[in-house]
């Protein structure tokens, strides 16, 4: 097996797994459209649909703006994750909160 898989010398070693994230590292997620807040709460990680292609957001994330494309976001929450059916839009990421607003948004409830 080559060097980094499966055993604990590799580049990764030193990301937490979510199971292990104290509450304090933990992403502030709002998800709204202009017709409805269809989520508001803290997330492990999060997964948006880019314009071009996907983006993955984990607690430390440094501050971005993304145009949003079409396709499902996914968020990890301690309670399971959830998934909302997007289209067009904007995400901002600055200091662990993450802020979505979606033109079309769809829950699509848990995975």
Request: hydrophobic share 45%; no cysteine.
């Amino acid at each position: 097996m080559p060097a980094g898989i499966g055993d604990h010398d590799g580049p990764w070693d030193d990301i937490p797994s979510a199971a292990n994230l104290s509450s304090e590292r933990r992403l502030n997620v709002t998800v709204i459209s202009p017709s409805a807040a269809a989520f508001s709460g803290t997330a492990t990680s999060l997964i948006a649909p880019a314009h071009d292609g996907e983006v993955g957001i984990l607690y430390g994330h440094a501050p971005m703006v993304v145009l949003l494309g079409e396709g499902v976001l996914r968020v990890r929450t301690d309670e399971g994750p959830r998934r909302f059916q997007v289209a067009r839009g904007f995400m901002q990421v600055l200091d662990n909160t993450v802020a979505v607003l979606a033109e079309h948004l769809e829950p699509l409830g848990e995975a």
